[in-house]
């Protein structure tokens, strides 16, 4: 039974479905994948001076990125973002087997250490992660202002 208008002797091809769009990179902070390489991220972090987010971690977040460029310049950094009031820095190992022990306390001791850094002024004075409502490390003058 053939439906209205249908060629039973055409041949039945289905277009292929295209493939999605790949993603803009993101230089947002705050969960956005990036899959960049360490080089330009550290240039993208070092040049923008409007960055507000991580404003206060921005020195931390560039040693870090220094650091793993000086071990292995091919790390591609997948994510970087704030949770729970610590620094998350995700990234995908490079090629040098040797150094990736050392690029992963790298980014241990760079996690562990913006829990006492304020993430809005770089403070180190009283700095918690106790704001009540959300987990952030803030100073007490920030958490004034913010809360």
């Known amino acids: 039974m053939n439906k209205k208008g249908s060629n039973p002797d055409a041949p039945n091809i289905r277009c292929k479905p295209s493939a999605p769009p790949s993603p803009p990179k993101l230089y947002r902070h705050g969960g956005h994948a990036m899959n960049d390489n360490i080089k330009n991220y550290y240039a993208h972090v070092t040049n923008n ?64 250490t913006s829990t006492g850094i304020c993430e809005v002024c770089g403070s180190f004075e009283f700095v918690s992660t106790d704001t009540g409502l959300y987990v952030q490390a803030l100073c007490r003058k920030c958490r004034k202002k913010l809360l």
């Open 49 to 112: 001076e409007n960055q507000n987010i991580f404003r206060g971690w921005k020195r931390l977040i560039e040693n870090l990125c220094k650091n793993i460029i000086a071990l292995d310049d091919s790390v591609r950094v997948l994510q970087v973002k704030q949770k729970f009031g610590s620094l998350c820095f995700y990234y995908k190992e490079g090629k040098k087997i040797e150094c990736r022990a050392e690029i992963r306390d790298l980014v241990y001791l760079a996690q562990s």
